[in-house]
């Protein structure tokens, strides 16, 4: 928790907590977090993706290796643990397995991401795809800093992937449960959608003679709440935009999430229908453009078992949930099994300077990481 607070102090602006890829403040973060590493009996290093890297070597040279990480970047005005917790709890990890004298059978990597939120490049999982090998030649052209695809680390030398993360979902929270096992990463649909209707005089034009887009969008944004899945309108642009005048244009986004790719690719489907009857029956246009869409990404289910395990010796009860947000996990499952565990916060808020994680929830999640890389031994 005094890491959490340290790293939470390093920042590039004045008055607020925000670290973006290979900027002096991320700098910083990593000689510190190596610093710790180091004390810890790692030997550290940093990639050509600008990823921390502290490493355990096992005494077998040809074992498999290991990797337990999160990121060390932050949004704008971040909080002190989405990320960095993860990164601590790793290091708290091999402390303890240093002072338990546990050999362990392969190579651990602790591995601070040099870059997931994007901030910088407005492409997330910059460290983590480096190092997976999935980054496009379009986000190479973005990047200034030259060399970073030599970040990546072949397949055959990783035992697997884990990943502590707090759960920026109120659903651990609402059980007073400290951990929960990840399921699935979801995948995500965003669409546009814009409805083109006819402007007209807020006073002389009748109710029935009129071709509001606005009003087709209020339709879609509440077929949206009863979808069935994971959907938010968070954005809405009407033209011309004057009290008196009737709306135009109205576009809206449109993010649908589901662990299940095939649900959330249904449930879209759906919302088109329901778009097109809208606009039919309101006699304006349609216009639906899908922005991004990506696949959910499964937990190795073999891991998820072994951490339901442990949990349940923690906890009194143990509940796998899926991951509505993105995380290094999702990148790193091109190259290797991932396994999640998810830390309890305060009111299930991230990315705000008022993310809280308590001393107790952290401490079972070190306690129930230590174990499972003890089990991953056996
Ligand atoms: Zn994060």
Redesign the pocket.
Known sequence: MRRCDELGAISDEAGQLTRTFHSPAMQRANALAGEWMRAAGMSVREDAAFNLIGRVESKNPHAKTLIIG??LDTVRNAGKY??PLGVLAGIACVENLRAQKIELPFHLEIVGFSD?EGVRYQTTYLGSRAMAGTLTKRDLAVIAEKGIERARRSRRDLLGYAEV?IEQGPVLEARKLAVGVVTAIAGQSRIRVEFEGRAGHAGTTPMNLRRDALCAAAELILAAEKSGVIATVGQIDVEPGASNVIPALATLSLDVRHANDSRRIAACRALKIKADQIAKRRGVRVRWTILQETASVACDPQARKILEKIVARHEREVISLPSGAG?DAAAMSAICPVAMLFVRCKGGISHHPDESVSERNVAKAIAVLTDFVKECCG
């Open positions: 999160s990121h989405d990320g997931e993360h995380h």
